[in-house]
T-cell receptor, first 113, second 113 residues
Framework: SQQGEEDPQALSIQEGENATMNCSYK?????LQWYRQNSGRGLVHLIL?????REKHSGRLRVTLDTSKKSSSLLITASRAADTASYFC?????????????FGQGTELSVKP | DAGVTQSPTHLIKTRGQHVTLRCSPI?????VSWYQQVLGQGPQFIFQ???????GRGNFPDRFSARQFPNYSSELNVNALLLGDSALYLC????????????FGPGTRLTVT
């Protein structure tokens, strides 16, 4: 079963606008990761935030984590048409000894030129 | 360096048949994980192998099995195919079992008719 719920399921914005996607999860975690997927192909790792971190930046990406609310958000600033893709959060659950990730259902982002 | 490769790209099988999917990890990576992604959902963890040993198993029936070879490539086998097995099967590799960044292949699209 899926660990996370993502909100919204779909988001359509204009180029240059900011896009915010939210993820909620159910169990305690070691870390939370965000991945991007183009057109149902392979996933690309974007950013990882550890459970003891509250905010992290990478280029135009900003991720926040609120472990008390078991939620995270991904902000993409100054979006581009090339950012059109599906975005997934994935959690590494506390106590996980391997590399198992539990993915949310994803947010489909459409950036219009 | 080549990324994670998977074969075949697409596959059409009939209910009750058997299928074998293949994955070659990034050179130097010793861990391979398999995920199933049904259309419109996030990937679900099936197996992880590290150094040719199973290190994790998701909630999938015994019809699903996998193995890892001495060169760290891996096969996912599914017996007695059901219509519900139609999905994108993703392989991810990482250097060690607890690597926090996993590199995904492009996937194998399996259609069961």
């Amino acid at each position: 079963s899926q660990q996370g719920e993502e909100d919204p399921q779909a988001l359509s914005i204009q180029e240059g606008e900011n896009a915010t996607m939210n993820c909620s999860y159910k169990t305690s975690i070691n870390n939370l990761q965000w991945y991007r997927q183009n057109s149902g192909r392979g996933l690309v790792h974007l950013i990882l935030i550890r459970s003891n971190e509250r905010e992290k930046h990478s280029g135009r990406l900003r991720v926040t984590l609120d472990t008390s609310k078991k939620s995270s958000s991904l902000l993409i600033t100054a979006s581009r048409a090339a950012d059109t893709a599906s975005y997934f959060c994935a959690t590494d659950a506390l106590g996980n000894q391997g590399g198992k990730l539990i993915f949310g259902q994803g947010t489909e982002l459409s950036v219009k030129p | 360096d080549a990324g994670v490769t998977q074969s075949p790209t697409h596959l059409i099988k009939t209910r009750g048949q058997h299928v074998t999917l293949r994955c070659s990890p990034i050179s130097g990576h010793k861990s391979v994980s398999w995920y199933q992604q049904v259309l419109g959902q996030g990937p679900q963890f099936i197996f992880q192998y590290y150094e040719k040993e199973e290190r994790g198993r998701g909630n999938f029936p015994d019809r699903f099995s996998a193995r890892q070879f001495p060169n760290y490539s891996s096969e996912l086998n599914v017996n007695a195919l059901l219509l519900g097995d139609s999905a994108l099967y993703l392989c991810a590799s990482s250097f060690v079992t607890r690597s926090y960044e996993q590199y995904f292949g492009p996937g194998t699209r399996l259609t069961v008719t």
